[in-house]
């Protein structure tokens, strides 16, 4: 990128904003990297108290993001993306605000010989596990 701002004079965010136009109308992954998008997620993700709440509010406001961007045309999503895009939507409704509930149904899923929640932080695995 360098090279191309002494050569030509560009800034580099010029150089950025010409990518993103050139990108962000052709693919959700280029859309949501926006920079006004990914400003409008961190503000979501900032709102929230836990690193918990963080993840689940940024995976909500994402779909969101990326649903009101397709319905405005920003971008398009051929029928499989839209089908994903359905159930990532799903399932992100799915789990709940509280984190403790989340644990309490996912560890008897979880082989304790493969993954040691207590290592991560998780309390009242052992028990539950």
Do not use: H
Request: hydrophobic fraction near 40%; aromatic fraction near 6%.
């Amino acid at each position: 990128m360098s090279a191309a701002r002494c050569r030509r004079g560009i800034s580099g965010l010029t150089l950025r904003d010409l990518y993103v136009e050139s990108d962000a109308g052709l693919d959700p992954q280029a859309y949501i990297l926006r920079p006004d998008v990914v400003v409008e997620l961190s503000r979501e993700v900032v709102a929230e108290s836990s690193p918990y709440l963080r993840t689940r509010r940024i995976g909500l406001a994402t779909l969101a993001a990326l649903r009101r961007g397709r319905d405005k045309g920003e971008f398009t999503l051929s029928r499989p993306e839209t089908r994903w895009l359905d159930r990532l939507s799903f399932a992100m409704d799915e789990i709940p605000e509280d984190e403790d509930e989340l644990v309490a149904a996912v560890a008897p899923t979880v082989d304790p010989a493969k993954v040691r929640l207590d290592q991560y932080g998780i309390n009242g695995v052992s028990a539950v596990v």
